[in-house]
């Protein structure tokens, strides 16, 4: 039935047992996991294929078993399970697989993992191989990541004497295992899993663990990509790249500086319930500000995010200013470049000083620099001042952790978008 076959990739080496199962699974699944929306139509059958999967991690030396339950998406649903052999390997890091695999302790039959893959890129992963506090959302996302409505259990008989006669297929009832949003109470959380393993050092004897323990090793990664767990969260940026090599290091070395931030940064925003790797970011070369929206919603970070002595609280509240212009900006009309600029009128002392000694504090700054930051010369539709506004005051009213010298920034930003509304307003007479 098969053949087995092994994956050496990044520390680990895998093996793929086909199993020869008593029994075969069938289900249908749900072909969208919107958890917003409390009814799930859709949904399309198909065979899932289970393997055994042995994997050593070789840097700690230890082997652990896994079973993989193979649920192909949609576009490869088929009746005949060797298909999905032949989609499937765990460990493979070239893998083009779209679908989703659960990974169960063999013995105990505990879910330990799923992982869900487009085109062999890892886009949505839940792991209890380490434990967190937070397991039974752990546990609701790893139900929506499966999205299964049904599953339907095709028990084979093994042997001609078997109970069920020769060679035939017996049909258990429809068995339920889950339909989010209509269960009320959450799976009860997993029995505890052994704790991570620490490899021994040479000052502690080899008897250190009972001899029965065997230290788990994790599930084989399979495909790339990033998903979204604690284990791999991180957000990154690249390198847009260039040609001239000290202009490549420059970027380079700004890349470096935003991702030595993310990872603080993903957590912190975790914790007041936002997930950073919901929302598409790239680092953004062509801007003078901290970050930008683009037009597809793309997070831009620019490269004053990371050189303007920001905190990280600030750099929090920025990232999630953005956000929540993603999440909640109205459509803005065209703007234009105005035939002559128009200057704001009756700057408070206050902002007149900040401009001054902070916006301006370069040598041989002058007053006409002063008019030129007071005056607009590209007016936005007044909806793009209006999504500003709504977004700073969110911002302000969320994130009061802030440096100084930055919320005084932001207040000066807001203030000016708020000047330049009324203008808005008033030139396109909406
Ligand atoms: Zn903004």
Request: some cysteine.
């Amino acid at each position: 039935m098969g053949k087995s076959q092994s994956l050496y990739s990044t520390g680990t080496f895998a093996v793929n047992v086909p199993l020869i199962t008593e029994a075969t699974y069938e289900g249908s699944f749900y072909t969208t996991t919107d958890t917003t929306s409390s009814e799930h139509h859709e949904t399309y059958s198909t065979v899932m294929l289970q393997k055994l999967i042995v994997v050593k991690d070789l840097e700690a030396n230890v082997y652990s078993c896994y079973i993989a339950t193979i649920i192909p998406a949609e576009e490869n649903a088929t009746k005949n399970s060797t298909k999905i052999d032949k989609m499937f390997y765990g460990g493979d890091p070239n893998s083009d697989f779209s679908g989703t695999i659960v990974y169960s302790t063999v013995t105990t039959n505990y879910t330990i993992g799923v992982e869900k893959y487009t085109k062999g890129q890892l886009c949505g992963y839940k792991s209890m191989f380490y434990a967190s506090e937070n397991h039974l959302a752990d546990l609701d996302d790893m139900t929506d990541l499966l999205g299964s409505a049904r599953l339907k259990r095709n028990v084979r008989t093994l042997t001609k004497n078997s109970e069920f006669g020769g060679g035939g297929s017996y049909w258990l009832p429809d068995v339920i295992i889950t339909a989010p949003k209509t269960t009320p109470t959450p799976p009860p959380p997993p029995p505890s899993l052994p704790p991570p393993y620490v490899p021994p050092t040479n000052s502690i004897p080899d008897y250190y663990y009972p001899p029965a323990y065997i230290p788990p090793a994790q599930p084989p990664r399979t495909g790339s990509g990033t998903g979204s767990s604690q284990q791999y969260p991180v957000p990154r940026v690249t390198s847009p790249g260039a040609s001239a090599p000290d202009i490549a290091a420059a970027l380079n070395a700004v890349v470096e500086a935003i991702n030595d931030v993310l990872p603080e940064i993903y957590e912190k925003l975790k914790a007041m319930g936002v997930d950073l790797n919901k929302y598409k970011i790239k680092f953004a070369t062509n801007c003078y500000t901290n970050a930008i929206k683009e037009k597809d919603g793309t997070i831009g970070i620019c490269q004053k995010f990371v050189y303007n002595g920001y905190t990280i609280n600030d750099q929090v509240a920025i990232i999630w200013h953005e956000i929540y212009h993603v999440d909640n900006d109205k459509i803005v009309g065209d703007g234009q470049i105005l035939p002559s600029a128009i200057m704001i009128e009756n700057v408070p002392s206050h902002i007149e000083h900040h401009i001054k000694t902070v916006e301006l504090n370069f040598p041989g700054s002058s007053l006409e620099d002063y008019k030129g930051e007071i005056s607009i010369k590209m007016l936005q539709s007044p909806q793009y001042y209006r999504n500003e506004i709504a977004a700073y005051k969110a911002e302000i009213a969320t994130h009061k952790n802030v440096s100084s010298k930055y919320n005084q920034e932001r207040a000066y930003v807001l203030w000016k978008h708020e000047q330049t509304l009324i203008i808005s307003e008033k030139y396109y007479k909406k």
